[in-house]
């Protein structure tokens, strides 16, 4: 495997529903993040993990509750949504680091898109 | 005013055709801006990034940055099929500090 892996690729929940969203990176980075993307609106930056640690928290919902147990792997939990939740969730990582966490390339997934009924 | 606008099309064009694809921006501290292209069902790959003004050319590409005007370019030239995808810009400090344009979808017609 290389790159950014996203499961699953299609996910179709109901509001009381509770599921989670996974991402695996193979390109050794230390940053992380977790995009929106919606019909006809830019990518919204959701989170950003750097080492691990949120350093990024863009007034996001509290029923999307994210999760790096280490720097390869992050999660995105899902409880009580909304049908206008339903979006492409992607997510992707950079070459960051404490002292410059600004580097050019993110390097996104394919996505998950998700369906709240 | 949104940060970063891009007309969202749709664009369509013949094949061969030299495409420019445009976002103007509201935030004169904007040091990177970058291009990414994404086709249908998939992530957007990173296709060229310039910093600050200038011109940068990759192949049939090239993107121009002009910062007095807050406006940036990207033209394909002898556009192929293959090329039609969704063009995002994207502008800010680096990966961690990026606002994203709607999106361009643009289609090359053989």
């Known amino acids: 495997e290389t790159g950014v892996t996203q499961t699953p690729r299609h996910l179709v929940m109901g509001m009381t529903n509770k599921k989670s969203l996974k991402c695996e990176q193979h390109l050794g980075h230390n940053a992380m993040y977790w995009y929106k993307q919606s019909a006809k609106k830019p990518l919204e930056l959701m989170f950003v993990y750097n080492f691990k640690e949120q350093t990024e928290n863009n007034s996001v919902p509290s029923r999307f509750s994210p999760e790096c147990p280490n720097s390869s792997h992050l999660f995105l939990h899902l409880h009580t949504l909304q049908p206008e939740d339903s979006a492409l969730y992607l997510c992707?990582?950079?070459?960051?680091?404490?002292?410059?966490?600004?580097?050019?390339?993110?390097?996104f997934g394919q996505g998950t898109r998700l369906t709240v009924v | 005013q949104k940060e970063v606008e891009q007309d969202p099309g749709p664009l369509s064009v013949p094949e061969g055709a030299i495409v420019s694809l445009n976002c103007t921006y509201s935030?004169?501290?904007?040091?990177?801006f970058m291009w990414y292209r994404q086709y249908s069902r998939k992530g957007p790959e990173l296709l060229m990034y310039?910093?600050?003004?200038g011109n940068k050319e990759d192949g049939r590409f090239t993107a121009q940055v002009d910062k007095s005007s807050k406006y940036i370019s990207l033209f394909i030239r002898d556009s192929q099929p293959s090329d039609s995808a969704t063009y995002l810009c994207a502008m800010g400090w680096g990966a961690q500090k990026l606002v994203f344009g709607q999106g361009t979808r643009l289609t090359i017609n053989p």
């Open positions: 992707a990582s950079s070459q960051g680091n404490r002292a410059s966490p600004s580097n050019t390339e993110a390097f």
């Open positions: 935030n004169s501290a904007f040091q990177y």
């Open positions: 310039t910093y600050s003004s």
